[in-house]
Each structure stands twice: as structure tokens, then as C-alpha cells.
């Protein structure tokens, strides 16, 4: 059986390029594409499911991958990938900014941890908030879900030259606008409420001059806030979750699915 060389590239770049998309999705991607999932596991899961998927792939260009026209087809490879996942990690990003806003206000801003995901110190309330994102990431089957738009983004944007449009690279740039709204979103409930107690503790120093605010509120505040963040925690479960579906649903309207 004669093969010639352009025969060998054209095959080596119908299994390359999947896996690119596939790759740069999980490096982007919550959960899977943090620090705590070994980079060996990344790429053997990029290699299966690259192999699982092409034969369900439409017909993909015998470009040679070493070509020109093969970097501008990896580079848009790369750039659906990203755009599928990164999505979602707005999202994480949004908790995380939630968790820190209500950390300063109870005062634990200082109470810091370092998150093992994303290797940066972060407050105790910011990690509870990421633990609590994950999980619920996990029980919609979230990670699922992006398998299957991976899939589905094969046929509504084929392996080609182009790709992502720049009406695409608006969306995700206006979604990160979302980030921080879904963020004062998930923490104004306890913000308000702190804002309430420290106005009460500013209006007990006011008639009770002789009252240490700073060896009494400190303290009440921070129990306070515990209370209140007891309080309020079943109030962020559908903020999340609806936060999620919405990052889903622009994931989708990128692929065109």
C-alpha cells in the first residue's frame, strides 16, 4: 500500500484538528480544566474522545496541517474550543467575586485560603461559594452538556479556515459584563442585610458614645453574618443554577446550535 506524504497529513490533521477544539474546550472548561485534574488525564481524555467522535464528524479538509492554511484552520480550532468553555468560568468568576464581597462586609476579607483549582488565595466564603458552584455544575450534568455542544458544533461549524464570527467574540465579551451582575446578584441579599446591622451598630455608637465599636462590632458582625449567610444560602442555589443555564445557552448561540 503506497501512501504519499500528502495523503499522511491530510490523515494526521482529520484526527489533529478535533482534538485541538476538544482540547483548548477542556482547558477552558470548569472542574476538568483546573489545576487539580493532572495534565496526562487532559490529554488522554482529549485522545479518546477525539477518537470516539470522528466518525460522526462531517468530512473534514485535506489541508496539510503543516500548511498555512492548516494554522489558520488550528487557530480557529482552538478559538470554538475556548469559547464553548470559558463560558462557564465566568460564572465560577462571578461566585468567586460574590464571596468576596460578602467576606469584607461580614469582616473575615482577611480569613483567605488558597483555592486549589485556580492556585490563587481567595476568602474562606468565595471557596465555600466554588464548592457549591461545582457541585451544582456536576449535578446538571453540566460537564455532559458541553460534551454534547461539542459534539453538535462539528456539524454547524465544520473543520475550516473560518469559524467564529466577530458577532461571537462580542457575545462572550458582553457576557463578562454578566459576571459581576451575577455576582452582586448571588450577595445582595447578605449585603443588604450587613448593611443594615452596620448602620444599627453606627447608630448605637451614636447614643452610647462611650461603647467600643471596634471590641463590640467587630464581633457581632461577623456572628451575624454567619447567621445570615445560614439564612440566605438556599437563596443562591437558583441564582447559580440559573447563572449556569444562561452561560449554556450563550455557549450555544456561539456554535449556532
Given at each position: 500500500?503506497?501512501?504519499?506524504?500528502?495523503?499522511?497529513?491530510?490523515?494526521?490533521?482529520?484526527?489533529?484538528?478535533?482534538?485541538?477544539?476538544?482540547?483548548?474546550?477542556?482547558?477552558?472548561?470548569?472542574?476538568?480544566?483546573?489545576?487539580?485534574?493532572?495534565?496526562?488525564?487532559?490529554?488522554?481524555?482529549?485522545?479518546?474522545?477525539?477518537?470516539?467522535?470522528?466518525?460522526?464528524?462531517?468530512?473534514?479538509?485535506?489541508?496539510?496541517?503543516?500548511?498555512i492554511?492548516?494554522?489558520?484552520?488550528s487557530?480557529q480550532?482552538?478559538?470554538?474550543?475556548?469559547?464553548?468553555?470559558?463560558?462557564?468560568?465566568?460564572?465560577?468568576?462571578?461566585?468567586?467575586?460574590a464571596?468576596?464581597?460578602?467576606?469584607?462586609s461580614?469582616?473575615l476579607?482577611?480569613?483567605?485560603?488558597?483555592?486549589?483549582?485556580?492556585?490563587?488565595?481567595?476568602?474562606?466564603?468565595?471557596?465555600?461559594?466554588?464548592i457549591?458552584?461545582?457541585?451544582?455544575?456536576?449535578?446538571?450534568?453540566?460537564?455532559?452538556?458541553?460534551?454534547?455542544?461539542?459534539?453538535?458544533?462539528?456539524?454547524?461549524?465544520?473543520?475550516?479556515?473560518?469559524?467564529?464570527?466577530r458577532?461571537?467574540?462580542?457575545?462572550?465579551?458582553?457576557?463578562?459584563?454578566?459576571?459581576?451582575?451575577?455576582?452582586?446578584?448571588?450577595?445582595?441579599?447578605?449585603l443588604?442585610?450587613m448593611?443594615?446591622?452596620?448602620?444599627?451598630?453606627?447608630?448605637?455608637?451614636?447614643?452610647?458614645?462611650?461603647?467600643?465599636?471596634?471590641?463590640?462590632?467587630?464581633?457581632?458582625?461577623?456572628?451575624?453574618?454567619?447567621?445570615?449567610?445560614?439564612?440566605?444560602?438556599?437563596?443562591?442555589?437558583?441564582?447559580?443554577?440559573?447563572?449556569?443555564?444562561?452561560?449554556?445557552?450563550?455557549?450555544?448561540?456561539?456554535?449556532?446550535?
Amino acid at each position: 500500500m503506497d501512501v504519499d506524504f500528502a495523503e499522511a497529513t491530510a490523515f494526521v490533521g482529520s484526527l489533529f484538528w478535533p482534538m485541538m477544539r476538544i482540547g483548548a474546550m477542556l482547558l477552558a472548561m470548569p472542574v476538568i480544566g483546573t489545576r487539580l485534574v493532572p495534565t496526562r488525564v487532559k490529554v488522554i481524555t482529549t485522545l479518546v474522545l477525539a477518537v470516539t467522535v470522528l466518525p460522526l464528524l462531517p468530512e473534514i479538509p485535506r489541508v496539510e496541517a503543516l500548511s498555512i492554511d492548516g494554522l489558520f484552520i488550528s487557530l480557529q480550532q482552538v478559538l470554538i474550543g475556548v469559547g464553548i468553555g470559558f463560558t462557564l468560568q465566568l460564572v465560577f468568576g462571578a461566585l468567586m467575586i460574590a464571596g468576596e464581597s460578602i467576606a469584607m462586609s461580614m469582616g473575615l476579607g482577611f480569613a483567605s485560603m488558597v483555592d486549589p483549582a485556580n492556585g490563587v488565595n481567595v476568602p474562606v466564603i468565595s471557596q465555600l461559594f466554588i464548592i457549591m458552584g461545582t457541585l451544582i455544575f456536576l449535578a446538571l450534568g453540566g460537564h455532559l452538556l458541553l460534551i454534547q455542544l461539542l459534539v453538535s458544533s462539528f456539524e454547524t461549524m465544520p473543520v475550516a479556515a473560518h469559524g467564529l464570527e466577530r458577532i461571537s467574540f462580542w457575545a462572550i465579551v458582553a457576557w463578562g459584563s454578566q459576571m459581576f451582575i451575577g455576582a452582586v446578584w448571588v450577595a445582595i441579599p447578605a449585603l443588604i442585610s450587613m448593611l443594615v446591622i452596620t448602620l444599627s451598630m453606627g447608630v448605637m455608637t451614636r447614643a452610647a458614645p462611650q461603647l467600643n465599636i471596634f471590641s463590640v462590632g467587630f464581633p457581632v458582625t461577623m456572628f451575624m453574618g454567619f447567621i445570615i449567610l445560614m439564612l440566605a444560602l438556599p437563596s443562591f442555589l437558583p441564582r447559580i443554577n440559573q447563572m449556569m443555564l444562561e452561560a449554556m445557552q450563550l455557549s450555544q448561540g456561539i456554535i449556532g446550535s
